[in-house]
């Protein structure tokens, strides 16, 4: 059963800090990976993805893929209370199956 | 550009009724996905499909069926609806390795 793994939360951060999220996944295979952003009733929305070691900017947002540890974070500079959704880590292996990580909740306090 | 559209957006069903979800994309995307979300909880696959005529079982297909007639409708079926099915359905499709979801469709069994 190929797994990914995130800490529940929720995360609370004071506005303007930075906001760490974190996941774990099973499966050596993967290739791709993929963090989602979901606000309550709504539907996720891609933030960022990342493919190689190392870390991708993009924005306020930085991916860090770590493949030996099988881990993988999203880091978020200069939180907002906008910010304030679940975040969700995706893994893809050799095809076009994705696998959900359970989703963190971060809440960024004014 | 409509993307990923669903219908209904919300609906109750009574145990022992069945009932389909719509699934629409007009992105051309070969890849498409349906989901369930459980309260609290990450994305869990039903079933997804890798082009018209092509379907397969993911994580919890019991309950539910599937057809794939064009590329871009994908509707879910549920024959004998039961309180454990409901949660929020999500549809997705893939381009490359990148989802796009739809809006969701919110379903309750009593």
């Known amino acids: 059963q190929k797994e990914v793994e995130q800490n529940s939360g929720p995360l609370s951060v004071p506005e303007g800090a930075i906001a760490s999220l974190n996941c774990t996944y099973s499966?050596?295979?993967?290739?791709?990976f993929f963090w989602y952003r979901q606000y309550s009733g709504k539907s996720p929305e891609l933030i960022m993805f990342?493919?190689?070691?190392g870390d991708k900017e993009d924005g306020r947002f930085t991916a860090q893929l770590n493949k030996a540890s099988q881990y993988v974070s999203l880091l978020i500079r200069d939180s907002q209370p906008s910010d304030s959704a679940t975040y969700l880590c995706a893994v893809n292996n050799y095809g076009q199956n994705f696998v959900f990580g359970p989703g963190t909740r971060l809440s960024v306090l004014p | 550009n409509a993307g990923v559209t669903q219908t209904p957006k919300f609906r109750i069903l009574k145990i022992g009724q069945s009932m389909t979800l719509q699934c629409t994309q007009d992105m051309n995307h070969n890849y498409m996905y349906w989901y369930r979300q459980d309260p609290g909880m990450g994305l869990k696959l039903i079933y997804y499909s890798v082009g018209a005529g092509i379907t397969d079982k993911g994580e919890v297909p019991n309950g539910y069926n599937v057809s794939r007639s064009t590329t871009e409708d994908f509707p879910l079926r549920l024959e004998l609806a039961a309180p454990s099915q409901t949660s929020v359905y999500f549809c997705a499709s893939s381009s490359k390795d990148t989802q796009y979801f739809g809006p969701g469709t919110r379903l309750t069994v009593l």
């Open positions: 499966d050596r295979g993967s290739q791709s």
């Open positions: 990342i493919y190689s070691n």
